[in-house]
């Protein structure tokens, strides 16, 4: 596996970085040992349904750097995902009491003649003026599969008008063809963040770097009692934050789908060590999680104490609704390590987890630890999940596969995915906030919900009762994993 | 101009999926890269649909294909999607992928439609036009490569039998409201529209009866023309064209006199009674708040500004000034990269916005330039913006009142909420002083 080269204009993406999949079908712990023997098979689907790609995950990260500015490189339905970002932008605005600022992102709007002739005076034009308008501390260029494939020569650009306009004018290459995995997309961010951002430590801080999207302020707290502080990135961080990440004491990620290649490039390049253990869901994995924050931080014995003390405030309750949830089945739909945990969380409630649908398998991540490994760490503590199905966000097998299993409860992390259990009448879940089901209390928080969203069956019983399914009943009837593999075979409808 | 776009308002040329799925049971399958349909539903459209969003077929395009071509993959995905989604009409659209590395489309596509499979294609490459100009060529391929295949009685042509042509789906953010008012209003005056469009529409099969109307109506300031055009070609179908949409009793009234006066098989008289009637209910309303509009003390836009499409811009500037007396600010901004050919019809709809009055209009594609302008002008007034959600801050800034009309819209959930015709104005009128007033606590 190739270390963290920040000489390589693009990072190299995950399917060749790490071998990571978009397609298995088995049990997840039939894909530990795969991964873990260097076995692994991706499976391609002959039908698939739209996904998202990386230049969406890249932006999502870089577009809320609160004095940068951003040019997607692309013709304009590129920039059809800027207003959704600028709405997440504007909430967490709104939630860190920050005044609203709308998110400055310009499109070059790439046309056909551009195809032809190239863009690159488009693309100059454009930084320029993004410059002019909004002053911003950086400037990030990310690009699209039409740059991509007439072969614009970005760097070169970015390079010049870096010198030229004095800030750091930020090359991001993140195309959507490159990759079958979207999550590559963040890797291309941090890529671009540590390379032409981060600068070299001149002191170790109390700071500790915390990779995550836009949820709530769950570590400030345990932080400070350590004698640490919370540092957020990438959204909401200044690019001057950003340029001293590099000093921190340590890089806590809040998932590892997210934030695997940027934990791993800060403690190759800079020595920021990366806390690599499962993360903080169940009871198991955050016990592991704060030892190895302790040990890390060198404060083993508060730890110890902090344990003990959230261990004894949630317990009791925890029971209760461990009674309450009994019996309870459910089927999940997430993201590759947030799905984990939350196969480790609702396992820790009792609840019976069906089956999964995850977006892609990483086998390893960036730092190369195995004890990192939270797919592993869930089997191990609570058993194996039979109906493990890796899925790039194919709504027709997610249908299919509810449509037999008929799971009490569904859970999903992202959107365009809950209507397909309520259409079916199953209660269904998505939750916005990914530190919502953080640590000790992200139990008894995901508890309360689920319950919450057990007794609110209404609206879902008279949904399911007036829907269209746009699937066809011969779909209904085949197995899920029909178009997965090269050599599945259907007969005509 | 610039042509580079801070604050986009409209999509690439294969926007126009979101044309697709509005036609009942119709169902894009998409030959691009993995982001771009995710991209285009979360600019246009709020919910997915009977079979848009996460339901769309999609090659997913990836550097294989875009190395080998990706006309197998494009096969496996039709394939695979007459058998697993239920529906009457594919249409296949290309992305920057394929037309760059030029797949040829139109050759796997007619294999399908060899074997009489309810399929069209059109090269829908974001970079070659945008969803404006797309949306016509989508209704040339399905008329082309399904209608005209398809449709039972081409020569025979029904009288009072109208296509509508009224609205680019979800870049009209009010769509089926507004088609479902242009559908009882032409009702109304005696006609059986094809809407083509959404619930009130009678999907793919009210299509293939598209050849037969006595003809069609264009209510737009430019999208949907070459539509009207293409049939007048094919079929000899007449069309009546009306720039812009009709909000409110002045500009309702015009429209439909005008298409009575264009249909030959229109009653004339029962048709000018729908519209006494409509009108007096219309201004029955007008008359009993008109006190309010006079009288009310506290402050209420004097003034707007309108960063629209242009049939938007138009319809709603006239609406506004003559029948609110709301006053157009000095310079109007239109926001649809309105082909050169059809500006000077639209500075001429403004340069006589009323009898005494005009503004000046600016064809701008870069919201942000837009809003620096804006700005400048500081105006005095309290001031009424018609934008999209982008304009949140430009009017806390100058302390206008905001009604979001274009997308982005996000700021508000739209069911069947239309700004056309009699009942679009009085809603327009609801939703105006309804943000006005909830401003005071």
């Known amino acids: 596996m190739p270390k963290v080269n920040l000489n390589l204009t693009e990072v190299p993406v995950r399917e060749k970085r790490l071998g990571s999949i978009t397609g298995f079908a088995g049990t997840a712990g039939e894909l530990v040992d795969c991964s873990s023997s260097g076995c692994l098979k991706d499976g391609t689907r002959s039908f698939s349904q739209c996904m998202g790609c990386s230049s969406g995950n890249a932006f999502c990260q870089l577009s809320m750097i609160r004095d940068a500015a951003m040019v997607n490189h692309a013709p304009v339905g590129c920039a059809g995902d800027f207003f959704g970002f600028n709405f997440v932008y504007r909430v967490g605005q709104m939630e860190r009491d920050l005044p609203p600022a709308i998110g400055r992102y310009f499109n070059t709007n790439i046309e056909e003649m551009d195809t032809v002739f190239g863009a690159l005076s488009k693309l100059e034009k454009t930084i320029r003026l993004a410059y002019d308008r909004v002053k911003p501390n950086a400037i990030f260029v990310t690009t699209s599969c039409a740059s991509g494939i007439i072969g614009e020569d970005v760097e070169s650009v970015t390079d010049r008008l870096t010198k030229e306009l004095g800030i750091p004018v930020v090359n991001c290459v993140c195309e959507g063809f490159r990759s079958k995995i979207w999550t590559s997309g963040f890797d291309a961010a941090y890529h671009s963040i540590v390379r032409k951002i981060v600068k070299p430590p001149q002191k170790r801080t109390n700071k500790v770097n915390i990779i995550n999207f836009w949820g709530s302020d769950v570590f400030s707290k345990l932080l400070n009692r350590l004698g640490y502080e919370a540092n957020y990135v990438v959204p909401f961080s200044t690019v001057s934050q950003l340029e001293t990440i590099s000093e921190a004491a340590a890089t806590i990620q809040i998932c590892p789908t997210l934030g695997t290649y940027m934990g791993a490039a800060l403690e190759q390049v800079y020595g920021v060590p990366e806390i690599k253990a499962p993360m903080a869901y169940g009871l198991a994995g955050t016990d592991a999680w704060m030892r190895e924050l302790g040990r890390v931080l060198d404060r083993e014995a508060e730890i110890e104490e902090i344990i003990r003390e959230e261990r004894a405030a949630v317990l009791p309750k925890l029971e209760e609704y461990r009674a309450k949830l009994k019996g309870t089945t459910c089927y999940l739909t997430a993201g590759s390590a947030h799905g984990h945990a939350l196969i480790a969380l609702l396992s820790e409630l009792g609840i019976d987890v069906q089956g999964a649908a995850i977006f892609h398998h990483d086998p390893i991540y960036d730092n190369e630890d195995t004890s990192a490994d939270m797919l592993d760490h869930t089997v191990k503590t609570y058993g194996d999940i039979k109906g493990y199905n890796v899925c790039n966000k194919q709504a027709y097998e997610l249908v299919n596969i509810l449509n037999r299993v008929r799971p009490d409860l569904m859970i999903a992390r992202h959107g365009g995915m809950t209507l397909w259990g309520a259409k079916l009448g199953i209660p269904t879940l998505l939750i916005g906030d990914e530190h919502f089901s953080w640590g000790y209390q992200g139990l008894i928080n995901y508890a309360e919900r689920i319950l919450e969203t057990l007794d609110n069956r209404e609206f879902v019983t008279n949904l399911a009762k007036h829907s269209s399914m746009p699937y066809t009943k011969w779909w209904l009837e085949q197995d899920p994993y029909t178009f997965l593999g090269g050599n599945t075979h259907v007969k005509t409808y | 101009m610039s042509k580079l776009i801070e604050q986009p308002r409209y999509s690439c040329a294969l926007g126009v999926q979101q044309t697709v799925i509005a036609i009942q049971r119709a ?204 049939l007048k070609r094919k079929y000899g179908t007449p069309f009546y064209h009306f720039p812009y949409l009709p909000v409110g009793g002045l500009e309702t009234s015009r429209f439909l006199r005008e298409v009575t006066a264009f249909g030959a098989s229109i009653d004339r008289e029962k048709a000018e009674k729908f519209i006494a009637d409509e009108e007096r209910k219309f201004y029955t309303h007008i008359e009993r708040t008109a006190d309010f509009m006079l009288e009310f003390r506290y402050g209420i836009p004097r003034m707007f500004y309108t960063i629209l499409d242009a049939t938007y811009a138009v319809g709603f500037s006239k609406y506004l000034l003559n029948e609110l007396g709301i006053i157009p600010a000095e310079v109007q901004y239109i926001v649809d990269d309105t082909p050169e050919q059809y500006r000077e019809g639209i500075r001429e709809q403004f340069r006589r916005i009323s009898d005494r009055r005009s503004a000046n209009v600016e064809f701008s594609v870069d919201g942000g330039e837009i809003q620096e302008k804006i700005r400048q002008t500081n105006p005095k007034q309290r001031a009424l913006i018609l934008g999209s959600g982008w304009e949140r801050d430009l009017a806390a800034d100058i302390g206008a009142d905001l009604l979001p009309i274009s997308v982005p819209i996000t700021y508000r959930l739209i069911l069947n909420c239309g700004y056309a015709g009699y009942n679009g104005g009085l809603r327009l009128i609801e939703d105006i002083y309804d943000r006005v007033l909830g401003t005071y606590r």
């Open chain 2, 27 to 230: 169902v894009p399958i998409v030959h691009a890269g993995p982001g771009c349909s995710t991209k285009i539903h979360g600019l246009l459209g709020q919910g997915e649909g009977y079979a848009g969003g996460s339901t769309i077929p999609c090659t997913n395009s990836s550097e294989s294909e875009v190395v080998f071509g990706g006309e197998k993959k494009l096969k496996g995905v039709i394939d695979g999607a007459f058998k697993v989604i239920d529906a009457d009409l594919f249409v296949v659209l290309t992305g920057c992928t394929s037309d760059i590395v030029g797949d040829d489309v139109g050759q796997v596509t007619r294999e399908f439609q060899n074997l009489d499979k309810p399929i069209v294609f059109a090269e829908t490459g974001g970079f070659k036009s945008n969803n404006y100009v797309s949306h016509d060529l989508i209704i040339k391929a399905i008329i082309e490569q399904y209608v005209d295949k398809y449709a039972p009685a081409k020569g025979e042509v029904i009288p009072g039998l109208v296509n509508v042509f009224a609205s680019i789906p979800y870049q009209d953010p009010y769509w089926i409201g507004n088609l479902q008012e242009i559908k009882r209003l032409l009702i109304g005056i005696g006609l059986t529209p094809n809407i083509l469009f959404g619930p009130e529409s009678g999907g793919v099969s009210e299509w293939l009866t598209v050849p037969q109307a006595e003809f069609n109506i264009v209510v737009s300031a430019w999208p949907g023309l070459r539509s009207a055009k293409l």
